[in-house]
């Protein structure tokens, strides 16, 4: 394996940490961000909603920009500006500021996301083994880190610009500087039945996209709803409900750590069978949990499950469309951003309509229908996956210096 290639995993892999502190540090401060501007809870869901659409739109974006600009040169300048988007929600002092760093903050961090899976499939197609998971793996240990800062800034009542500020000045020239290891990794030839064609596209994607959009359900499910339900609906304390979250963080790290080594032992459709049989599982636990602590065990299967769905997603895009990997990742990020979006509140909507515990098996059911779909993970002979790995090469394709 090159030098070339050992670098651009290590700046990859840290521009995927930088991005977890990041999206960590804004999701997490989102009542300090609503006091320090006064946004109302009626207006509050619209601010929230709009990161995600907007999202949506930079990751539409990235497909048409990557047709005459490298991916990691959209990820180079794509990074600093979410950070500096993010220094923007924290300095200013009126609805309007907050509305326009938002807006910022959505449409760069879309073009990061999808620039960044991007670059992830094609040094994993260079390395021809899965890595994809760590890639995502230092992703969520960057999220733990910018949680961690987030609770020690609201702890000692910082302001906002000034929990925010420390972490744009380190990781900003930090991201610049990893960016100059960053590889682009050449299209493999595209094949017969792999057109590029939207409709050819998007139909043999789609099942991708389902899996995608029910991962992301379930994931916003936690985030969103895990200290409600510990709290309220099995009795936790006020201290014991802000747990679950931080151990689903945890157990999604410690399985993106160790799931490529499942994928290259396995294969990559046993690994996503399992990881929707413990993730169901774990829903199930949280909706017959007679008490918190049941519940904690639920949560905790819940990261251990779901952890391994979003990369090897976008890896058997990657594998679908050897010669349209750019545009597969770009159009199935779209779906990420369509379950955060409707997780929420197709949760809160179940539980007031119906019951809390009730409303947790409509994500369990959506995640087992992964189940149906799981041969789309299938490596393909000749290419690189579980069973199929071919040997290490050294054509890593282009550099990523200049356009």
Not at 12 to 24: E, I, M, S, T, V
Not at 75 to 80: F, H, V
Not at 257 to 285: E, S
Request: charged share 10%.
């Amino acid at each position: 394996m090159t030098d070339v290639l050992r670098r651009g995993r290590a700046s990859l892999a840290f521009g995927f940490f930088a991005q977890g502190a990041a999206f960590g540090l804004l999701v997490t401060r989102i009542p300090a961000i609503q006091d320090r501007y006064g946004v109302s809870d009626a207006l509050l869901p619209l601010f929230l909603a709009a990161v995600p659409v907007l999202a949506g739109v930079g990751s539409v974006t990235t497909e048409q920009l990557v047709k005459r600009v490298r991916p990691s040169v959209l990820l180079r300048w794509s990074q600093p500006v979410v950070l500096l988007a993010l220094l923007g929600v924290g300095a200013g002092t009126e609805v309007a500021e907050l509305a326009v760093a938002l807006a910022v903050f959505g449409l760069s961090v879309g073009m990061l996301d999808a620039s960044m899976n991007m670059l992830g499939v094609s040094l994993q197609r260079s390395y021809g083994r899965s890595i994809m998971l760590g890639f995502h793996a230092a992703y969520s240990l960057g999220g733990i880190l910018g949680a961690s800062l987030a609770w020690v800034g609201a702890h000692g009542h910082l302001a906002l610009w000034l929990s925010y500020l420390p972490v744009v000045l380190v990781l900003l020239p930090a991201t610049l500087v990893g960016s100059r290891g960053y590889v682009d990794g050449e299209a493999a030839p595209a094949e017969e039945g792999t057109g590029e064609g939207q409709g050819l596209v998007f139909r043999l994607l789609l099942p991708l996209c389902l899996v995608m959009t029910f991962a992301y359900i379930g994931d916003s499910t936690v985030s969103n709803w895990s200290a409600k339900y510990l709290k309220d609906v099995l009795g936790g304390s006020e201290q014991l409900a802000t747990v679950p979250y931080n151990v689903y963080m945890v157990t999604t790290l410690a399985g993106r750590a160790l799931g490529d080594l499942g994928v290259r032992r396995l294969g990559a459709v046993t690994v996503v069978r399992l990881g929707t049989l413990v993730a169901a599982g774990g829903f199930a636990v949280v909706a017959a949990a007679p008490g918190p602590w049941v519940g904690m065990l639920g949560f905790t299967l819940l990261g251990l499950g779901l952890c391994v769905l979003v990369p090897q997603t976008f890896a058997a895009a990657g594998r679908l469309f050897p010669g349209a990997s750019d545009a597969a990742v770009a159009r199935l990020n779209i779906f990420n951003y369509v379950g955060f979006l409707v997780g929420s509140p197709l949760v809160g909507a179940l539980g007031d309509a119906w019951s809390y515990r009730g409303a947790m098996l409509v994500p369990m059911v959506l995640v087992l229908v992964t189940l149906v779909y799981a041969r789309s993970f299938a490596a393909q002979p000749d290419r690189y996956g579980g069973g199929h790995e071919r040997p290490r090469t050294a054509d890593v394709g282009r550099g990523s210096n200049g356009l």
